[in-house]
């Protein structure tokens, strides 16, 4: 192989010319050519802009993905050039465990045919899921990842660039300040014996170092020109991640409005399962069905004043569940309690008047076990 050693000498030289200027302004032992405070600004806001993209791009990732080891396996699957496979979103897995539940139960009982509802709602709300994960992904994340891996980048390339033509700035001044000096001392404390060879070569030397520091000087104000055009392009930046950013809100507000729209239609279809427990949650709507309600249906506005307790038919019950009452007509349980219970004329089959002291209301028959 082919080295090219004064080249590799050059470089070596320059190196060690940089570290030097470095290590002697750090020590103050050095002078420090700083930027323009428009500059620096420049620098502060893209630093900030760098730092809080990240943030906001990692926290989305963990939003959309919760799995760590999914957002891993995406990662490399990017960085391989290849298509991730289809992953199963949890909503959709769990509704997958819920009709595979029903074929185990049978879909002829009340708890088999509800669990065929639901998990049909929950596949269909993971199919939502998945359009607005890639939504969001195509419309906000990968805008913020191009900055990053493309527009940042390039800045960062051109900053380094900058602080190396500074450092090789600094360094050549540093020169001209000692040949200058040099050549001064030696005006003042000539030599009569190698006066002028000796007073040459300074002046030499000294116009020699105020070429190079013309040139340096040249090539750091080209630089940073560059660097400045770049820096100043933040604010494009910012404008198009604001644009992507009410892309996100947008598919955001979509996907929760159709998960709204799904769940609705699920508490619809819940209300219409013989021996559910779905009710209407606003009692200003109108019921579901258009037909009239029949003498059997549940009694909705059973009060305790209104409940007496027949004489005979009384029977204690052994609550199997904790039960929260949805409502003033029903009555609160708690698992392994005993309460009384006992039917009303009208009442639907599925539904019991339980007692506790002198606390009424409508219990759930699934919820007790009837003691002898």
Request: glycine share 4%; net charge negative.
């Amino acid at each position: 192989m082919d080295f090219n050693v004064k080249k590799l000498a050059t470089e070596a030289g320059l190196f060690l010319t940089r570290a030097v200027q470095f290590t002697e302004e750090k020590l103050w032992q050095s002078e420090k050519t700083n930027l323009d405070p428009d500059f620096e600004n420049l620098m502060v806001r893209a630093d900030s802009t760098k730092h809080w993209t990240e943030k906001i791009l990692r926290q989305t990732e963990i939003l959309l993905q919760p799995n760590p080891s999914a957002r891993i396996e995406e990662f490399l699957y990017e960085k391989l050039d290849m298509k991730a496979p289809s992953r199963v979103t949890n909503t959709e897995l769990l509704g997958q465990h819920m009709e595979d539940a029903a074929k185990e139960f049978g879909f002829e009982s009340p708890y088999g045919s509800t669990l065929v509802k639901v998990g049909e709602y929950e596949r269909r709300l993971g199919v939502v899921e998945k359009d607005f994960i890639q939504t969001a992904d195509i419309s906000f994340l990968s805008p913020l990842r191009n900055f990053l891996e493309g527009d940042w980048r390039i800045i960062s390339k051109e900053r380094r660039l900058l602080e190396n033509l500074r450092l090789d700035l600094d360094a050549c001044k540093t020169r001209v300040k000692k040949a200058k000096a040099a050549e001064a001392k030696a005006a003042v404390v000539p030599d009569f014996q190698e006066t002028r060879p000796r007073n040459y070569v300074l002046s030499a030397s000294a116009s020699a170092a105020e070429q190079e520091l013309r040139t340096a000087q040249k090539e750091f104000d080209r630089q940073a020109e560059v660097t400045r055009l770049l820096l100043e392009g933040i604010s494009s930046t910012h404008v198009n991640h604001l644009r992507c950013l009410h892309e996100f809100v947008e598919a955001q507000a979509a996907y929760y409005k159709q998960c709204h729209l799904h769940m609705q239609e699920l508490q619809e279809e819940l209300r219409r399962v013989p021996g559910g427990f779905g009710r209407n949650s606003n009692q200003n709507e109108p019921p579901p069905s258009s037909e009239p309600e029949s003498a059997s249906s549940p009694v909705e506005t059973l009060t305790i004043e209104e409940v007496q307790a027949p004489a005979s038919g009384t029977r204690k019950a052994k609550v199997l569940y904790d039960y929260d009452a949805a409502d003033c007509s029903e009555l609160s349980l708690l698992a392994d309690e005993i309460i009384t219970v006992y039917t009303m004329p009208g009442m639907d089959s599925d539904w019991l008047v339980g007692e506790r002291g002198n606390q009424r209301g409508k219990v759930p028959v699934t919820y007790l076990e009837l003691l002898s």
